[in-house]
DNA sequence: TTCCCCATACGGGATTTCCCCAATAGCATC
DNA sequence: GATGCTATTGGGGAAATCCCGTATGGGGAA
């Protein structure tokens, strides 16, 4: 999983740091981070405006793959208040260390999923009172749904060209077919549904293999479930 | 694609369409939809405080099929506004029978994703000048944000305890070796891996179909990335 | 003790998939 | 016309998967 450190890229209308840092000065908070997962390029894309130190720190201990934060609220719809996370020990671990470089405890990460897997995970952090922190979160809850969406959707979009260049483009009969697999039909169960030859069948699985970068038509089929191209059955 | 009508369903806590209505009167809306897909149980569940009269339409014209608002929110990250779709000629026949019933072309609809491939569309609608509606979004955006993000949450959640009872249950070598299949590994590449026979590999693999009701290993990859127990890779 | 689940393994053989090669035809674009 | 992509089809054969049955042993619960 590879880490691609989104503010060292250049986006000329567009600075993703200091779209971070006006949030934290509209809504007075500490802290606030990205992170954009795509599981198919198995890359994690992230900018933060987190002191540098604690950031190397971060990266060091190798927190980015085993941070609960980020594992519990990529698999939760709705937003996901640190608090919730206190009697974690991965929790207390990341925390123990992320304190001694001014990042407090107080916190929620809401995750954005896109129509291709991908999963945003945008975090902001304040140091203050639990009473603090819940009155400040119900007032601006809904500005950083928001905040949080359009900052996904952005950085998705800041990626179209690179993905419409690297995303593999199936013919709708290899998309067809791959949907027949991904049902369970063999390949002459599909033959005979389509009318075609099972030969036929074979090379457009193979194509869309090639295509998808998979080694058997098993990955082929999960990737393409990935990229949204067909559905589980 | 089977219609599941929420609001026939019995919730003794919440009834979603009073939450459909309180979220129309909290913001002075005239209408409020929700639409859920599962895309394993293929089904769609909705609630809506729409005129009866248009639901039974709706349904009769299999607008829910070919709605464009749907289709174009289903691949959106961010919020579609409807004002966006003016030119669309499907969106022209809907709304041409839409005004019969009182609906107005002003309206948004928000897209939430869940972790499993669900998607939750949430829509709201206001007959109102398109100056007046964009005043009012910019300032309830955040907040139907947040009811759309709770909403589904809420519709998966309930359906929790069905689909624990219903959720195969992998023993934890059928899911490593399912992982190791959707990485696109041979039965024999994953008995070497493991130091296990490729005569057990398959015996693991046999089980995890029947468990999943897959008839091919494929489809059970499928099924397991639907179900989240395995990762395309 | 019995039952169930899990993990491990095998026999024998049928079926299916996949590899590598070949080909034609239609359509769109430059 | 040349090129690229798509859809269609086939030969020959190796590799892999799958079916249906068998077995042992460990651990946990009733």
Redesign the interface.
């Known amino acids: 999983m590879s880490v691609v450190d989104l503010s060292k890229l250049a986006y000329p209308e567009n600075n993703l740091r200091s779209f971070l840092d006006s949030v934290c000065e509209t809504h007075e908070l500490d802290y606030a981070a990205y992170a954009g997962m795509n599981?198919?390029a198995?890359s994690v894309h992230g900018v933060v405006n987190y002191p540098d130190a604690w950031q190397t720190r971060y990266v060091e201990q190798g927190f980015q793959t085993r941070d609960p934060v980020l594992t519990t609220a990529?698999?939760?719809?709705?937003?996901v208040d640190w608090q919730r996370m206190r009697g974690d020990e991965a929790f207390k671990t990341v925390f123990r260390e992320a304190h001694d470089f001014g990042i407090a405890e107080q916190g929620l990460t809401i995750p954005?999923?896109?129509?291709f897997?991908d999963v945003g995970l945008f975090s902001v952090t304040r140091n203050c009172s639990d009473d603090e922190w819940s009155k400040l979160k119900s007032k601006i809850?809904?500005?950083?749904?928001?905040a949080a969406?359009?900052l996904?959707?952005h950085v998705?979009h800041s990626h179209e060209l690179t993905r419409v260049l690297s995303h593999p483009s199936l013919s709708s009969r290899e998309v067809e077919i791959l949907q027949w697999?991904?049902?369970?039909?063999?390949q002459q169960d599909v033959a005979d549904i389509l009318n075609i030859s099972n030969r036929t069948v074979e090379v457009h699985l193979r194509s869309g293999r090639s295509k998808l970068g998979?080694?058997?038509?098993?990955?082929a089929?999960?990737?393409a479930?990935?990229l949204g191209l067909?559905?589980?059955?």
Do not use: C, F, M
């Open positions: 599981p198919i198995q990529a698999r939760s719809i709705a937003p954005v999923r896109g129509p897997g809850l809904g500005e950083l749904q928001n969406v359009h996904h959707d998705v697999i991904a049902a369970g039909k063999t998979a080694l058997t038509t098993s990955q089929v999960g990737r479930i990935g067909v559905y589980p059955l």
